[in-house]
């Protein structure tokens, strides 16, 4: 047997086959062992609805890192990935639009009655002023961004030594108008919420609601790994997140092993697919990195041809907005009324072609995960000679990063038996599925 850290980028290869509406996506093709590994998944984990539909449940069809704990850079990963919306459909394909964004745009938009409707005029000058606070904050947040980009392109011509770290600038360049702005953004908001009923349509502390999106309480300064200094609205997880990791790595955890062979029947399954999308058959990996690269199949049912898989703990992990958030309100209000003009209204928000889409509630996890294909010689021999040079490989959900790529994690090959095996030794947990929550629900 012999070990080498160098490994191909193999990514899952996608397809997309034409079906007739309504649209159901299959996996349909029988060969392919991560649709087996799917299939298990989904019989594992899911619920279909009463018409026999997966709808809250979707698959990660990549790698996806669930790198939470990491001391610096955990908070900003963990907040990015909790607030970003996902389009209904049977895979997880985060957008850029986030429930923070779609949630402000529905409260600001709502054409909600003062207390005293003899303060009907100045209750509508209050929302206005409150939504150009908020779109000012939002405009020098992002002129941030382009202005530091183009101060740290500038820079990168000085020595090392002399260059201005990115919190030093920010704090000189915008600490104050962003401190400033935001600092007026809770005011208005107070003082429209103040002038809204306490009650509508059975619905108790609308105004309060407004007021505390822009409670600073509810919000926290986070940095990227590149240094990038923000603040982002609050998100929790699960507190056994901690624990979950733990016991992966003292190997006390949920251990699981899935064997996939010829011997392992799969059936076909279908979906909903609410956004009339075209269905998407998938294969097992293309090799190169890129849809140009070199494609290969894996015939499961060939003797001696097999996918094993193997993780150290499995779980599910709740994620929930912070205070500031109440999807009751979404529940009794989605149908407005909406101010003539807003930014938002009923068919932009939940239409069709609405913008809130579904937000992740739960994530899949899998801790120390492994996965050995048991090849035929012809397969076995493009694999071993495709993978040098890249550092990293993708299968169906799983990644592995080599010491090419600055990771920690093996590849095992043994010519003997046309196997290989990939050992994820980061420590750092992967995602391979989702929940999601539709709106308005």
Known sequence: MRKSMCMVNLTVLLATVACSIPCHAQLNNDNAPWEMFAKRLISRLSVPDVNGKITNFQLVKQPTYADWLDPKSGDWNFLTFANRLAPPGEFYAPVDLTLYQQYSDFLGSLDLPPVDPKQAAATDKARKEWLRATEGYKEIDKRKVKVWAEFDAAQKALPASERTHYQVWLAREYGAKLGAQQQLVSEKAYKYSLLLADTYKGFSGIG???????????????????????????????????????KGD????????????????RRTLTWSSRSGSAGI???????????????????????????????????TIPITPGPWYNGDAIKALWT????????????????????????????????????????????????????????SIGIGPFGF??????????????????TVTFEDKTGIPQIVAVYTISYPQ
């Open 208 to 246: 309060a609601l407004i007021a505390n999106l822009p409670n600073t309480q509810y919000k926290k300064t986070v940095t990227s790994a590149n240094d990038v200094v923000t603040t982002m609205p609050t998100f929790a997880y699960d507190a056994n997140f901690a624990s979950f990791v733990q």
């Open 250 to 265: 003292s190997g006390t955890g949920f251990e699981e092993t899935w064997l996939f062979d010829k011997n392992h029947e």
């Open 336 to 391: 407005g009324p909406y101010k003539a003009g807003a930014i938002a209204n009923k068919d932009s928000l939940f239409g069709p072609q609405g913008s809130f889409k579904p937000r992740v509630s739960q994530v899949v996890l899998v801790h120390r995960p492994s996965v050995t294909l048991k090849l035929d010689a012809s397969q076995y021999s493009k694999v071993v000679e495709t993978w040098s040079g890249s550092g």
């Open 281 to 315: 058959k998938i294969g097992w990996f293309s090799a190169g990195g890129s849809a140009s690269g070199s494609r290969e199949s894996l015939d499961i049912f060939k003797d001696g041809v097999s996918m094993t898989v193997k993780f150290k703990n499995f779980t």
């Open 401 to 418: 990063r080599g010491g090419a790529r600055g990771g920690k994690d093996e590849m095992i090959s043994d010519a003997a038996s046309n």
